[in-house]
């Protein structure tokens, strides 16, 4: 079994950064790779952003250039970030954690709320 988790979510102005983290821990044996989606209320949850094991990155086109993803791992756990720049309003949303090894795992979810 694989729990994840994520962190940093929160009240930022527009403009402002934010920083999120994802920690995926437990009988990890293989990572393919970890992704942040995010679900804005009455829309349905869309990828932000994705990378594999091999790190090679992937963006929705609302966030290129905006939003940076990066991971790092250890034998126990495998922790993601995403650091968010230039935010706008439209970013608020509930943002999750995707792990995918043998099968997936989802995170419970962190708010985001950007004010204008």
């Known amino acids: 079994q694989v729990q994840v988790v994520e962190y940093g979510g929160g009240l930022v102005q527009a403009g402002g950064s934010l920083r999120l983290s994802c920690v995926a821990s437990?009988?990890?044996?293989?990572?393919?790779?970890m992704a942040w989606y995010r679900q804005a209320p009455g829309k349905q949850r869309d990828l932000v952003a994705v990378?594999?094991?091999?790190?090679?990155?992937?963006?929705g086109d609302s966030v290129k250039g905006r939003f940076t993803i990066s991971i790092s791992k250890d034998n126990a756990k495998n922790t993601m970030y995403l650091q968010m720049n230039s935010l706008k309003p439209e970013d608020t949303a509930v943002y999750f954690c995707?792990?995918?090894?043998?099968?997936?795992?989802w995170g419970q979810g962190t708010q985001v709320t950007v004010s204008s």
């Open positions: 995707r792990f995918n090894g043998y099968r997936e795992y």
């Open positions: 990378i594999s094991s091999g790190g090679t990155r992937v963006y």
């Open positions: 437990g009988s990890i044996f293989v990572m393919n790779s």
